[in-house]
């Protein structure tokens, strides 16, 4: 069985496909483009008006929060198993998989972390700089270029932040993501959502700042439906950021704390970050 099938969406046609099984939405308008290294930095200039080189200190603090909350939940889910070993020494010296590892800073602090750290990344530039000045292993490779059976469950930690949405073959990335796993192995993903203020209350504007290069729309809703389906559990899920300035509905008249508490509690946000466990059995 297809994992995916699309339909027009009832509201935004013109836009949208919608995926019968997990609502996973198809961006009708997207392009292909090239991501070389012009790609790369100019796109982290206009986002963030510094270069990627100059927010490495933020870069690594949060590759050291992502870390930290990988080995808080893996504690915890080993305790609710009987387990006591500590999380840190079960992934120690295990593989983790980055995907679109960009310079290499969160491949760096894995790496020191004791992960057997692999990186795919497709500007030569920050392969480059991963190889020569990290000494990683990162290679200059599309993910759809490495067949499933290539790493079949290798990895105890892939991981992707903002990437999944660029790649057009929605059933090859998965796939894959699902056979590189190791059962009892860990997703750890970030992506734009389309349950957060922008597309919930403010369409047009989401239309109209929509990036030309995002093929597919997720949310923690279709995330959930797709994980399971493919045999993973969400174990943690929160937006990255409160945007609710933006927010033109009732969420937006709501005090600032009490806006956070309903975005954390339900994933509501621009932007999120989920952890998902596959299944042993």
Not at 179 to 200: D, I
Not at 205 to 214: A, K, V
Request: charged share 25%; net charge neutral.
């Amino acid at each position: 069985m297809n994992l995916f099938d699309f339909i027009p969406h009832r509201t935004f046609p013109e836009f949208y496909e919608i995926c019968r099984h997990t609502g996973v939405l198809r961006y009708l308008p997207a392009k292909h483009r090239e991501y070389g290294d012009s790609y790369f930095m100019e796109e982290y200039m206009s986002q963030y008006k510094k270069s990627y080189y100059e927010d490495e200190p933020n870069l690594r603090a949060m590759a050291k929060r992502r870390l930290s909350n990988l080995a808080k939940l893996v504690r915890q889910i080993d305790e609710a198993n009987g387990d006591s070993k500590d999380s840190n020494s079960l992934l120690q010296n295990n593989s983790l998989l980055e995907i679109g590892s960009a310079a290499g800073f969160f491949l760096d602090e894995a790496k020191s972390l004791g992960y057997k750290s692999k990186g795919l990344e497709l500007s030569p530039k920050e392969v480059e700089y991963s190889k020569t000045k990290l000494g990683l292993d990162v290679e200059r490779l599309s993910v759809l270029s490495v067949a499933e059976r290539e790493w079949k469950e290798s990895f105890s930690v892939i991981a992707a932040f903002f990437v999944i949405e660029h790649i057009d073959d929605i059933e090859g990335i998965w796939k894959r993501l699902q056979a590189w796993t190791r059962p009892g192995g860990y997703l750890y993903l970030a992506v734009p959502s389309s349950f957060g203020p922008s597309f919930q209350t403010n369409p047009k504007e989401w239309f109209r700042t929509h990036p030309s290069d995002h093929f597919f729309d997720y949310s923690v809703h279709s995330l959930k439906k797709l994980l399971s389906i493919l045999g993973f559990d969400v174990n943690y899920v929160r937006p990255m950021s409160y945007h609710s300035y933006r927010d033109l509905g009732l969420r937006g008249k709501l005090p600032e704390w009490l806006y956070r508490l309903y975005a954390n509690q339900f994933a509501y946000g621009d932007t999120i970050e989920l952890i998902a466990r596959k299944r042993t059995h």
